[in-house]
């Protein structure tokens, strides 16, 4: 089955700075979703990227706060823009991996703001 | 929108013995997923369920789909320091463009005793 890597597994940043995540998967996929998790609550989607379109943004959640981007079929980029403390979570990306296999995750991105 | 609701919410076991968490949705399931979450980290898929009356087992852990196909149960039998973590459940919903997101509960949390 298909592999996901995400970068970096953690970070401290000050706030006021970005940070830009990424997920590459060892095969194309054509649906990528990204996920935030805050401390002792579960998964809350941000956004769906599809490639070569723009993301798609839940409820609450802005593409200038967090741009996503979506080069190809195997590889895309979450970034936390001008971040405060509230933005401290794990990050988590995301796809399909097939009709009886679920959703693979990545090893999720564990963000402190500073 | 899909909600879904985990109990217990967390869980202290001694070494040995049997558990179940359940997992309950406030509409019609069309697939449950069981992940598991180590501390910190990315999901493991654990099971997938679609069909009413559905059960499914992988070593020690059992997981059933009821026949209304609203609520679904993980059970784990022995537990061992192993099978400590969080344990959220999830459904898909659809989200556009032929796409499906999971919906997550917000997780029970296993410790087992040795």
Known sequence: SAVISQKPSRDICQRGT?????????????????????PGQSLTLIATANQGSEATYESGFVIDKFPISRPNLTFSTLTVSNMSPEDSSIYLCSFRTGAN??????????LTVV | SQELE??????IVQEGKNLTINCTSSKTL????????????????LMMLQKGGEEKSHEKITAKLDEKKQQSSLH??????????????????????????LTFGK???????P
């Open chain 1, 101 to 110: 296999y679920g959703y693979t995750f990545g090893s999720g991105t564990r």
């Open chain 1, 18 to 38: 970005s940070l830009t995540i990424q997920c590459q998967v060892d095969s194309q996929v054509t649906m990528m979703f990204w996920y935030r998790q805050q």
């Open chain 2, 76 to 101: 784990i039998t022995a537990s061992q320091p192993s099978h400590a973590g969080i344990y959220l459940c999830g459904a898909p919903s659809y989200s556009g463009a032929g796409s499906y997101q």
């Open chain 2, 6 to 11: 985990q109990s217990p919410q967390s869980l």
């Open chain 2, 107 to 113: 997780g029970t949390k296993l410790s087992v005793i």
């Open chain 2, 30 to 45: 069309y697939g449950l997923y069981w992940y598991k979450q180590k501390y910190g980290e990315g999901l493991i898929f």
